[in-house]
């Protein structure tokens, strides 16, 4: 479920984390005010507080390009099937990653998909203890820098499995890069990415125009979906980590 999202306020930034919220949990949405940030606040504790219970997608990289991961997370998002699609969106889309060199892994684990260049690999949406022993062997994936300044760059997604009827779109996707190492970063543009697909926002044949700027305010486009955090030195207020503008057709 999603709802286009105006001026950055807020408001509207409560409102889009309280929708989602709701879309995935509805159980949630009856135990806690979601109108409000003590709500909001209550609601993610309760997330947090289930561990492992749920679905979970393990990543392993072996190195970061945000251009190249943003195409394969698509990719791989694409390939999930119906119903581990809703048990993962019902999980928050929950994907914990990994340092670690596919090449040397593949022949032990079973992935849903390996970068061309094997720099990233992603498990099939499932239970936590199906990846126990993957987790186990690797360090989580710790990138403390910043993201490295780049300028705009086009992301061409597939079209293997391109929809019959549904024109190819183009949309932009904004990165906020202050205060944000590449571990964050991460997982704000890896939530945003899988659920768009889940949500059918993005499809084989689509391009991607990522955009890194410092903060996500003023945009001369409205966004479609959001990811929303909190600021981390002003408790009880939220801002916009990344987001995926409405849909314009490729010419």
Known sequence: ??????PITQDSLRAQEAMRIRAARPDLAARHDLTSHDGLTAARSDITAEGDAGSLVTVVLRNFDLAQWVRDTCVFALSVGPQQAADWRTSFTRTVFLAGNPAQLRERFRFAHIADDDSAAWTTPGPAALTFSLRRLLK?????????????????????????????????????TAECTISEALVHVNHVLAEAVLDGLIAPGDHLVVHQVPRIVGLPARLATVRVTTEKHLPGRLKAAAGLTEEALVA
């Open 1 to 6: 479920m999603t709802a286009t999202v105006g």
């Open 140 to 176: 989580l994936f710790d990138a403390p820098a910043g993201l490295p300044a780049r300028p705009d760059t086009l992301v061409e997604i597939p079209d293997g499995h391109h929809r019959p009827g549904r024109p190819r779109a183009r949309r932009d996707l904004y990165v906020a």
